[in-house]
Structure formats: C-alpha cells, structure tokens
C-alpha cells in the first residue's frame, strides 16, 4: 500500500504514528503542498487535495486520518481501538476532539500568524484560542488519573493528539498546564513519536524558511 503524506501535515503524522506504533511498512509518496503543479497533479489521485490518503494495492483509497487509522488497525499490533462499543467510541471522541479543536486550532493560529497584521482574521483567531483552551482545561483534568487520552494505554486518539501539541508548544504554550507538559514528555519519548519529528524536521526548517520570504 501507499501513503500520500507531507512530513509536516498533522494530519499525516497522526498516520504515521500509528503506522510506525504498528511497525507496518508502506510505500512512501510525499506531496510537496506548497507546490501548486505537485498539488494540482495529486487530485488525480484524490480529487479533494488533502493528505493523508493511503492508496491498496489494487488502488482503492483511502483517504482522512482516522478511517486510514481504523483500517491498518487490525493489520498489526499494537492494537489502536480498542475495547467494546462503549471504550471504542470513548476513543473515537477523543480522536475528533484533537482533530477538530486542538490541531484545526493550532493549525489556524499557525497560517493566521504567518500573515501581515492587517490580513490576519482576528475572528477566527479569537475562535480557535477557545477551542485550544477548552482543550487544554479538558486534558489537564484528565490527565490528572491516567498516562494517555483513552486510560492505560496508548490509543489512537494518543497518535491524533500529539502532533497538535508539537506544533502548540510554540504556538499556544501549555507549560502552566503540569498534566499536559507531563503527557506531551510520554509522547515525545516514544520511538514513532521521535522518528516523526525527526522526519519532520529539516522539511518544517525549509517550510519556515520559504514562509519569512
Ligand atoms: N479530515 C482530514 C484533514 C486532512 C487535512 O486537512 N490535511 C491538510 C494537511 S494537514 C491538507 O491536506 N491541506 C491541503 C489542502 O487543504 O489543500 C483528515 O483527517 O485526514
């Protein structure tokens, strides 16, 4: 199978998480999102532009995050949904909640901060600073009486929540938060963590290089 990613996507770290937890090998295909040819050439692909998209074999795909999660899921261990109905679906909301309030969020205020004053959308910016705040407020409690999102274990919502917070650390800090420093210490010492981030790194250099002009 083939993985449509970009390095620095959240979106396709949460994947690649949950692809090297697992130790399950994929063909790699990096979109340069930068790159209006690269991009326009990848709707053929996935008419929607976005990535992660994983594409089989016989070249179904399969695009979002998550469905991509739930499907290489039983293909190899560590399993990463796991439990009855009611514990799967207590994963599954801590999934969308990262997805939609912590990484959209960030993501917002890293685009909005990258813009001149004058261009910036102070509406958007005020909504995703509630969102990361409620956020952090929820996690902090929780992580109060358990190491990961889901309890014990490290789940999916655990591979959705860290690249959020990679990019949060400088953008919306949560160090006042001890719970959430103390989890994000969890997360970054894991090996598919690390092999993300480092990955990441010289690609996130060059995006921030071309960004300040
Ligand atoms: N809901 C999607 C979101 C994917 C997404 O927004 N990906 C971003 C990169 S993190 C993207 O492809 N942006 C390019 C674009 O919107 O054209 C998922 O979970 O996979």
């Known amino acids: 199978m083939k993985l449509y990613y970009n390095p620095i996507s959240t979106y396709s770290q949460k994947v690649l998480i949950a692809f090297y937890e697992k130790e399950l090998d994929f063909d790699p295909e990096i979109i340069d999102l930068m790159n209006p040819d690269a991009g326009e050439k990848y709707r053929d692909v996935y008419p929607m532009g976005k990535v992660p998209c994983l594409q089989l074999d016989d070249g179904h795909i399969i695009p979002e995050s998550s469905i991509i999660v739930e499907y290489i899921d039983p293909l190899a261990t560590p399993t990463l949904i796991k439990g009855d109905a009611d514990e799967t679906r207590r994963i599954?909301?801590?999934?969308?909640?990262?997805?939609?309030?912590?990484?959209?969020?960030?993501?917002?205020?890293?685009?909005?901060?990258?813009k001149p004053d004058s261009e910036q959308d102070p509406e958007r910016i005020e909504k995703a600073k509630f969102h990361i705040a409620t956020t952090y407020s929820f996690m902090e409690n929780e992580f109060a009486n358990q190491p990961y999102a889901n309890g014990e274990e490290f789940m999916m919502s655990d591979c959705s929540a860290a690249p959020g917070l990679f990019y949060a650390e400088n953008i919306a800090p949560f160090a006042e938060h001890k719970n959430?420093?103390?989890?994000?210490?969890?997360?970054?010492?894991?090996?598919?963590?690390?092999?993300?981030?480092e990955e990441a790194a010289p690609i996130l250099a060059a995006f921030m290089a071309q960004s300040a002009g």
């Open 180 to 197: 959430i420093s103390a989890y994000w210490e969890r997360l970054k010492s894991r090996p598919s963590i690390q092999r993300v981030h």
């Open 92 to 114: 599954r909301f801590k999934d969308r909640m990262f997805d939609l309030y912590l990484n959209d969020a960030v993501v917002t205020l890293l685009f909005q901060g990258m």
